[in-house]
Every structure is written in structure tokens, then in C-alpha cells.
């Protein structure tokens, strides 16, 4: 149980490596689910015509219901992403970024053909306060498209705060076909991403809750956002829905599919409309990649609902974002990559919702025991009893932690049960607890540098 980590500013979690089935978006004909446990998906406001106004601004928005707000970067009036551009092929279109940043960006028109220098690549950099004024002939089939900063060194920070957007292209071969597209009614657009929290001690960061955008840490981030929102579900129409998916990940790759395992059909891909439809269960979508899906809501009943999910476990080994797979081929038990499933309930756990954590956690639990790797097993029993603790199932936390104290000495497991004693009242029973997991909690030079406070604790509670 050596890797602990923190995404939110006050819990603890443990990663480890566990089969992914996790919400993305849920997907309802009619809203029916109890509303703590989804938050509604946001769709971007649609801009359309030939003239597009852009203005890249940072902003804030609160992702937790506690702590500080996190900085993030929207184009024009949102807290986070931009507008859905429409356009038409065909069109010559005028745009104008204005740069309202302290810093400098560009804008790439990802998946365009257009001249080099219209492109927002590295090399057109727009300073802060100034105006870029690309106009270029759209060329691209109908298809989705998608636009983000493209400065050298600095993408993945510009990106992981917010500034991105969709492209829709329309063109008459498409409008000829009988497909959905009122937008945000039956035709929306919704770009996968994942984001990491720092805490108030991480880098000196002041305040907390901002994203971490580490080249290394954080290409797998451990909240998932689908259009910016954790947890999403909407609610749609019973009838042929077209989704827009866009993998906006650094690095994650996802295996798409639905809970009840339904055939969807994949109509368009990166390049434009497929010569017909491509029914799939299941489907990779890779890191810039996107596809148009048409899901067929007509057979469902009203108030029914459905996960769109990320299938990511029993991928093959390096499939970017798999979860740990039992038997790569070196014998290892797989890179630490992922742990969507464990992720998600953690997830769940700093938003309050301890039912919701136990689920996941318990599922972790079931996987682990099925693959036997007792080291696994242990974390996975160790997340049901800090779950267990927060739900106030005190007894049931501490008759685990008990059964985990036997296995071995371990820091996590001494601190768990000094902080269930004291909120039994049993302060003296859990001084030496917290004085055993300060001793050895404390020669983590992770957590000293990034969970002080958590520390401190242990030491004073553990004094005697
Ligand atoms: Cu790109």
C-alpha cells in the first residue's frame, strides 16, 4: 500500500490498478435519476456564419462543492471551453482570435486544410492583447472538427484549463441524409477529458483545487469530464440521436460503449461522412480523434436511463488508458497508467456521494479478488473501509482495518484506525495509532511535501 495520492484538498486516496466501467455521460430519455448523482451536461453555445469571433479569456468555476475555485481558461462568455463553431464547406470564413490572456497562444483549426500559416500551429502565436485574423476556404467534408491552443511548450497547460472547442462542417452531401442534427436537441457535440486537482501544498500552489497539468503526472488525470462536467447526464429524445464524440484527452485512448452493451452506429470519423454506417458495440476512440455515432433511443422507455461508458480494462498491453491488464506479455502486472474504476470512486468520495464510492469500490474489490494479487485486494479493502468510515459505518470500518492491521505494518491502515477511535471517543485507545502512523507516514517524502497538514495531525493527535 505504497502509493497514495491526492486529488482533492482534504481525502486521501489509493491508487491501484482496476477493471474501468466508468459514466462518461449518462444518457436518459427522460430525467429520473436522483439529482445528486449526475450534473447536468453542459452543451456549448453554437456560433454560426462566416464571420467567427473568438476571445480566449481566463475565468473560474468552482468542480468541487468545497475549496477554492479552479482558474480555468473559455472561450468568449463560458467558464470553460468555447462555442461550437458552424460552418459551411465551400464557405470562405473570417476569424478573429483576440488574445485576452497574459499570455501568448495560437489557435489551431485541428483536422482544417488550409495554408500552413492559417493553421495556428506553433509558429502563428498570438500575444497577449493582440488579434489574430486567419481567413481561409473550408475544403473539409461535414464532418467534426475541433479547435485549441497549439503553442509549443505550453498546449497541454492552455488545453487542460479549458481553451478548446468544436467545429461542425456542413455540406449538402450531408444535409441530403436523413441524420439528427438539431443542435443540443439531437445532435450534440461531447469532448472526453480528465483532469487532476492540486492541493493548496502541491508546488506551492495557493489556492488549491487548480488543475495540474505536469507533462509526466498528468497525462492521465483522475477526474473525468465530459464537456467540462463530472458526472454528466442529460436527458434526450426517444428517437435517433447523433453524438459528436471528441477524445480531448493528453493521452488516454477510450474503449466506448454503452451499459447494456446495444449496437450503436458509427456514421462519420476524422475525415468526413463513412460510405454507410458501421454498427459496433464497442469503439476506440484515441487522443484528437473523433466520430459521429447515431444511438437509437426510439425502443427505450420514457424515464429509462443508460451509461455511455469507457470500457477500458483487458485492453492490450500499452493501450494508452488501459486499466492494469492481468497478463501483458512481460509478465508484469501492467504500468499504472489508469485506475478509472478506483479513480471514480474516489471521485465520488470527495463529492460527497459515499454511496456512489462504495459501488466502485466494491467493484474494484470483486476484480481484484478475481486476478489475486493480495496487495491489490488490500487497497481495494481499504477503500471500502475509509468509505465505510465516511458513511459513519464506524464498527464496520474498524473490524477491517483490523483484519488488514494483522496482515502487515502499514501507516494507512494505523491512521484509519486512530481516526475511527477518535470519532468513537476512544481518545486514548487511538493516541498510539496516530503516533505508530505518524512515525511511518511521516518518512514519505510525498506525503511531507504534499499532505502537511495531514501530517501535523497525526503528530499532535499522537502525542502523548
Ligand atoms: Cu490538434
Known amino acids: 500500500m505504497k502509493v497514495i495520492f491526492m486529488t482533492g484538498n482534504h481525502t486521501s486516496r489509493m491508487r491501484n490498478l482496476v477493471p474501468c466501467a466508468v459514466i462518461l455521460a449518462t444518457l436518459i430519455s427522460s430525467a429520473s435519476l436522483p439529482a445528486a448523482t449526475y450534473n447536468p451536461l453542459w452543451i456549448p453555445p453554437m456560433i454560426s456564419g462566416t464571420t467567427f469571433n473568438l476571445s480566449l ?22 467558464d470553460f471551453w468555447g462555442p461550437t463553431l458552424v460552418m459551411n464547406k465551400g464557405d470562405v470564413v473570417q476569424m478573429r482570435v483576440t488574445n485576452n490572456l497574459a499570455n501568448t497562444t495560437t489557435v489551431h483549426w485541428h483536422g482544417f486544410h488550409i495554408p500552413a500559416i492559417m493553421d495556428g ?58 441524420l439528427p442534427r438539431t443542435y443540443g436537441v439531437d445532435d450534440l457535440p461531447v469532448v472526453f477529458t480528465s483532469r487532476r486537482f492540486l492541493t493548496n501544498a502541491y508546488q506551492g500552489v495557493t489556492p488549491g483545487n487548480q488543475f495540474a497539468y505536469d507533462h509526466h503526472l498528468d497525462n492521465y488525470g483522475d477526474y473525468l469530464l465530459a464537456n467540462g462536467v463530472t458526472n454528466a447526464q442529460i436527458s434526450l429524445p426517444a428517437q435517433f440521436v447523433r453524438l459528436r464524440l471528441l477524445n480531448a484527452e493528453i493521452e488516454r485512448g477510450y474503449n466506448l460503449g454503452f451499459s447494456d452493451n446495444r449496437i450503436f452506429h458509427v456514421i462519420a ?12 458495440t464497442r469503439m476506440f476512440l484515441m487522443v484528437g480523434e473523433r466520430v459521429e455515432i447515431l444511438l437509437n433511443l426510439s425502443t427505450n422507455t420514457v424515464g429509462s436511463s443508460l451509461d455511455l461508458k469507457a470500457y477500458n480494462s483487458g485492453q492490450v498491453f500499452g493501450f494508452p488508458g488501459q486499466e ?54 488490500r487497497i481495494a479493502r481499504w ?7 465516511s458513511l459513519g459505518r464506524l464498527d464496520d470500518a ?20 486512530a481516526e475511527i477511535l477518535l470519532a468513537q471517543g476512544e481518545i486514548a485507545e487511538s493516541k498510539p495509532y496516530f503516533h505508530r502512523a505518524h512515525a ?8 511531507v ?16
Not at 464510492?357 to 479478488?369: R, T
Open 57 to 78: 479569456n481566463q475565468t473560474n468555476r468552482a468542480f468541487k462543492p468545497t475549496g477554492a475555485k479552479t482558474v480555468t481558461y473559455a472561450f468568449n462568455s463560458g
Open 121 to 178: 500551429g506553433p509558429h502563428q502565436m498570438i500575444a497577449p492583447g493582440t488579434v489574430w485574423t486567419p481567413s481561409f476556404i473550408i475544403k473539409n467534408d461535414a464532418a467534426t472538427y475541433w479547435y485549441h491552443p497549439h503553442l509549443h511548450g505550453t498546449s497541454q497547460e492552455q488545453l487542460t484549463k479549458g481553451a478548446g472547442g468544436f467545429i461542425i462542417v456542413r455540406d449538402a452531401q450531408e444535409a441530403a441524409l436523413p
Open 269 to 280: 470519423n476524422d475525415q468526413g461522412l463513412l460510405n454507410a454506417p458501421v454498427p459496433v
Open 324 to 377: 492494469g491488464n492481468p497478463l501483458p506479455p512481460n509478465g508484469s502486472s501492467g504500468p499504472i497508467n489508469s485506475s478509472l474504476l478506483n479513480n471514480t470512486g474516489w471521485t465520488y468520495h470527495d463529492m460527497g456521494n459515499y454511496d456512489a464510492a462504495l459501488v466502485k469500490f466494491e467493484a474494484a474489490l470483486a476484480f481484484q479478488q478475481e486476478h489475486g494479487d493480495s496487495e491489490k485486494v
Open 383 to 389: 477503500c471500502i473501509a475509509r468509505t465505510l468510515r
Open 398 to 417: 474498524l473490524a477491517t482495518q483490523r483484519e488488514l492491521e494483522k496482515g502487515k505494518d502499514d501507516g494507512y491502515v494505523w491512521e484509519e484506525i
Open 440 to 447: 511511518e507516514l511521516s518518512q514519505d517524502p510525498w506525503l
Open 449 to 464: 511535501a504534499n499532505e502537511a497538514a495531514r501530517i501535523e495531525r497525526l503528530r499532535d493527535l499522537g502525542h502523548e
